[in-house]
């Protein structure tokens, strides 16, 4: 079978959608039946992610440990236990194109990073212009593109395996878990097929990550007020 993990740190908000989505995205004609299973794991949560979650039929699986890393290897590890042949990585805040696994296994691939489009720029007020000017002319929404997000992710369980999986980190973990891929000789497709939109919002989770790299860019942009991690 197929396993999607999606970590979540209180996305009582937006986890909806994202299962919404993924949902739709198990159903594609083009997967033949193979069944599709959703993991979320409920790191830390305090509001009603996981109750959300288990309500649209996802497996949760609860932690405490406030680090997205150990958070998408528990999720990874309960797939490969249950018979999961490919591991799709997304993240809550992030909503998937319907053929989006169907295209990830499309790529024929040990591993495949994909692209993101940024949902909307409202967060970011009278700056949401630059930032949109600044993404659009820095990003690189192609096929032989470099850039690695969680929230496009996927690997085959062999090669998951093989590359040591998930390392314990709070932030950058998709990144060295490519890195032990490369190391390992896995085939890496660099994919814009593959199809994810994921938020721009300023209270970001991972203190490295892709809302991280956001806020870099707008402090370089204007002087702002507070633009940090939620705790």
Excluded at 19 to 24: A, E, F, G, I, K
Excluded at 76 to 95: E, M
Excluded at 163 to 183: C, P, Y
Aim: proline share 4%; with cysteine.
């Amino acid at each position: 079978m197929i396993a999607i993990v999606v970590p979540a740190h209180n996305e009582s908000q937006r986890i909806g959608r994202c299962l919404s989505s993924l949902q739709q995205a198990a159903r594609c004609p083009r997967l033949g039946a193979e069944p599709v299973r959703i993991f979320v794991v409920a790191d830390a949560c305090t509001d009603a992610t996981a109750r959300i979650a288990e309500q649209q039929g996802a497996e949760v699986l609860p932690c405490q440990a406030r680090s997205v890393g150990v958070a998408r290897a528990l999720g990874a590890n309960a797939a490969l236990a249950a018979g999961a042949r490919w591991l799709a990585f997304t993240d809550a805040d992030s909503v998937v194109a319907e053929d989006w696994i169907a295209q990830q296994l499309a790529q024929g691939c040990d591993a495949v990073c994909g692209t993101v489009q940024v949902d909307n720029w409202r967060a970011w007020g009278r700056l949401r212009s630059a930032m949109r000017a600044h993404f659009a002319k820095t990003y690189v929404d192609a096929d032989g593109h470099r850039h690695i997000h969680g929230a496009n992710l996927g690997v085959s369980a062999v090669a998951y395996r093989r590359a040591g999986g998930f390392a314990a980190l709070a932030s950058s973990e998709d990144v060295a878990l490519v890195q032990a891929l490369q190391d390992s000789g896995a085939r890496i497709a660099w994919s814009a097929a593959p199809r994810v939109r994921t938020s721009a919002r300023k209270r970001y989770r991972a203190p490295g990550g892709f809302g991280a790299t956001l806020a870099q860019v707008a402090r370089q942009s204007a002087p702002l007020g507070p633009v940090a991690a939620q705790p």
